[in-house]
């Protein structure tokens, strides 16, 4: 069953390994989707896979660009905005008293702040359609704190507070704005973390494995589709267990 049949979706933050899985599964199920990212080869390598998708490259630190992005991602996908999806994100770790100011606010103004404008104007689009659907990727350690990771942990806190505002203030317009939690996904970048401190993460999950793309763009593929039209602010989490809220 195709359960995003002729739906138009943007997706951000595409050419990573989550997001490259998201487009990936979207088309399969039926998706029209405008793929954004920061790196034009590996764009290009995803129109070059897929029909059904069109591409943009846009890097969403662009505050003042991003009502723009969302112009022009929209009317490559026909002029109507089903779904977005904000995956795009940024890390810049450090220990709290070592963690300049440039730090903080760089994490805290591309996770938290470019997702609240992504919304905003995606949100102005679905009024018009008077229906649509956001999903906000967020993160297991917004949940429990991590080692390190004092500005990208509240960015992901953040974006859950926001999302939930976001329902109540839209749900009686017809548009869901939910949130899907990751715990550790099995990606280019968690295959660079040093084997002991993978051991250390392992003994936390109780399914024994780290997750995989396809299990984020799975429950994606659900938020994205009629099938959730009763769940609004919400957190999916998808961990194996590590962090059960």
Known sequence: ????NDKNIIVTGATGGIGNSIVEKFIENGAKVLA???NKQKLDDLETRFKNIKVLNFDISKSD????????????????????????????????IRMTLEEWRKVIDVNLTS????????????????????????????????????????SKAGIVAM???????????????NCISPGFIKTAMTDKIDEKYKEMILSKIPSGR????????NAAIFLCSNQSD?????TIHVNGGMYMA
């Open 36 to 38: 954004s990212g920061t």
């Open 1 to 4: 069953m195709n359960y995003l």
């Open 163 to 177: 999302s939930k505002t976001l329902a109540i203030e839209y749900s009686k317009k017809n548009i869901n704005i």
């Open 230 to 234: 009763y769940i609004n602010g919400e």
């Open 115 to 154: 997702t609240f404008l992504l919304s905003k104007f995606a949100i102005k689009k679905m009024l018009k359609n008077k229906s649509g659907k956001i999903v906000n990727i967020t993160s297991v350690v917004g949940h429990t704190g991590n080692l390190g990771q004092a500005n990208y942990t509240a």
């Open 65 to 96: 660009n991003i009502s723009e992005f969302i112009d022009s991602a929209t009317n490559a996908l026909g002029g109507k905005l089903d779904c977005i999806v904000n995956n795009a994100g940024i890390t810049r770790d450090n220990l709290t």
């Open 210 to 217: 780290l997750g995989a793309p396809e299990d984020i763009a």
